[in-house]
Each structure stands twice: as C-alpha cells, then as structure tokens.
C-alpha cells in the first residue's frame, strides 16, 4: 500500500503503469485507456467488516473531498468471494490491521490482492465523503 498527497503522485509514477494520469481525473468519473473509473459520493459509516480486493490488478483510491477511514487486513491465499462490477472480490472474516485517514486531496494505491475497505467513519461521526476508485488495467 501506498498513501500520499496528489502532488508527490508523480514520484510513485514510473513504477506503477498508468499512475500518473490518476492526478487528472475529477468527479465526472470517466474511464480512460488503461483504468476504470468509479465515482462515489457516500456518508461515511461503521466498519462492518467487509474487505474488497482486485486479485490481479492495482487499485487507488483517490480522496476528491471530505475524510474516511481506509481499513486493511493481511492478504489471504483464498481470494474466493463474491465478485461485483468492478471485479472487485469482497472477504468477510479478517480483522482490521491498518487504519488509515484519507483526506481531500490524498491518494491511496493498493497492489493486487491486498485487501482493503473504504467509506469508513472516524471519530467525527458520519461525514460525506467523494472519491474515486480507479482499477488500473496493468501492473
């Protein structure tokens, strides 16, 4: 995992195949050649211990307003699950092991297979949160 602010993005660029054209993205959500974009506006809410991860492709969230808690966990040999459409499979039964807050402006890059969840509350309470998930279609 990977979290900085947007404008040390460039620095982790070389390294991860269409990183850097995340800077430019907005909240229209659209998808570019090499990622898909997803836009969402949401209130933060509890942790109920649901973890998502893409089993072969990178994953950044990138934080357009509000803050939220990013939750990870221990990466799993058994990556079986329920898959939605973003290709993201969701694992139920791991415990927390990081906590991160995201904030306007941040970046998060998660490597295939490496758990996470997103949209959760911090000691504020429920805060409205947007921000973009994008799954880069190489490594």
């Given at each position: 995992?990977i979290?900085?602010?947007?404008?040390?993005l460039r620095?982790?660029?070389?390294?991860?195949?269409?990183?850097?054209?995340?800077?430019?993205?907005?909240?229209?959500g659209?998808?570019?050649?090499?990622?898909?974009v997803?836009?969402?506006?949401?209130?933060?809410?509890?942790f109920?211990?649901?973890?998502?991860l893409?089993?072969?492709?990178?994953c950044?969230?990138?934080?357009?307003?509000?803050?939220?808690?990013?939750?990870?966990?221990?990466?799993?040999?058994d990556?079986?699950?329920?898959?939605?459409?973003?290709?993201?499979i969701?694992?139920?039964d791991?415990e927390?092991t990081?906590?991160?807050?995201?904030e306007?402006?941040?970046?998060?890059?998660?490597?295939?297979?490496?758990p996470?969840?997103l949209?959760?509350?911090?000691?504020?309470?429920?805060?409205t949160?947007?921000?973009?998930?994008?799954?880069?279609?190489?490594?």
């Amino acid at each position: 995992m990977i979290h900085d602010t947007i404008d040390q993005l460039r620095f982790y660029a070389p390294s991860i195949p269409h990183l850097e054209e995340v800077a430019s993205l907005d909240d229209a959500g659209i998808s570019m050649e090499g990622m898909k974009v997803f836009y969402s506006q949401c209130a933060t809410s509890p942790f109920v211990g649901t973890f998502m991860l893409h089993p072969s492709k990178v994953c950044v969230v990138l934080t357009l307003q509000g803050s939220e808690l990013l939750v990870t966990t221990y990466r799993r040999k058994d990556q079986e699950g329920n898959v939605d459409e973003k290709g993201l499979i969701s694992i139920q039964d791991s415990e927390p092991t990081d906590v991160i807050r995201s904030e306007e402006g941040t970046f998060t890059v998660f490597m295939p297979g490496e758990p996470f969840a997103l949209g959760i509350q911090g000691e504020e309470g429920p805060v409205t949160a947007k921000h973009l998930l994008i799954v880069l279609d190489e490594i």
